[in-house]
T-cell receptor, first 108, second 115 residues
Framework: SQKIEQNSEALNIQEGKTATLTCNYTNYSPAYLQWYRQDPGRGPVFLLL?????KEKRKERLKVTFDTTLKQSLFHITASQPADSATYLC???????FGAGTTVTVRA | NAGVTQTPKFQVLKTGQSMTLQCAQDMNHNSMYWYRQDPGMGLRLIYYSASEGTTDKGEVPNGYNVSRLNKREFSLRLESAAPSQTSVYFC??????????????FGPGTRLTVT
């Protein structure tokens, strides 16, 4: 089966710092990976999609990388703010296979 | 646009009871999905419908049935609820283009407790 794993359950950081989240996958490289944000009591919201032939993708303060050699995607939140506190989910495939998520808490 | 809507928001069932979770989208998307989310396990796909008139099993289909009523609506039915089906259920939709699914849009979820 095509597994996807997010290494950390929780990440606590100081406001203004960069948060880095890791997503690892097994078996063959997916054509693309997606990252979602989920706030408590709500459904996930799409943030970014990165294709296997793209090394890096950016959207405002968010940056995603895709390393097919390491079978890994990194998700960065730069200049983090308390409003960035949420759970971030990585997903692969068209029938999205999700990681368990990493909960980020940004301290003011 | 309301996006993806789900009803009900909350439900408590007794073991053995049946119920249908409703989902509708107004974005004219071809594909629709049902997921369940349990603590520490992430979202797992129950069933999906790539296009109107088709449905397929996902990772955890046992104990569930689905109906793609039309392009807008996709329902999930629990015929005989079990405590193991206590979970948060999310419906999602996406636009299927040239064999590649783009981002999925999720509903607000249904919190189901089976006692």
């Amino acid at each position: 089966s095509q597994k996807i794993e997010q290494n950390s359950e929780a990440l606590n950081i100081q406001e203004g710092k960069t948060a880095t989240l890791t997503c690892n996958y097994t078996n063959y490289s997916p054509a693309y990976l997606q990252w979602y944000r989920q706030d408590p009591g709500r459904g996930p919201v799409f943030l970014l999609l990165i294709r296997e032939n793209e090394k890096e993708k950016r959207k405002e303060r968010l940056k995603v990388t895709f390393d097919t050699t390491l079978k890994q995607s990194l998700f960065h939140i730069t200049a983090s703010q308390p409003a960035d506190s949420a759970t971030y989910l990585c997903a692969r495939g068209y029938k999205l296979s999700f990681g368990a998520g990493t909960t980020v808490t940004v301290r003011a | 646009n309301a996006g993806v809507t789900q009803t009900p928001k909350f439900q408590v069932l007794k073991t053995g009871q049946s119920m249908t979770l409703q989902c509708a989208q107004d974005m004219n998307h071809n594909s629709m999905y049902w997921y369940r989310q349990d603590p520490g396990m992430g979202l797992r796909l129950i069933y999906y419908s790539a296009s109107e008139g088709t449905t397929d099993k996902g990772e955890v289909p046992n104990g569930y049935n689905v109906s793609r009523l039309n392009k807008r609506e996709f329902s999930l039915r629990l015929e005989s609820a079990a405590p193991s089906q206590t979970s948060v259920y999310f419906c999602a939709s996406s636009d299927w283009q040239q064999g590649a699914t783009y981002e999925q849009y999720f509903g607000p979820g249904t919190r189901l407790t089976v006692t």
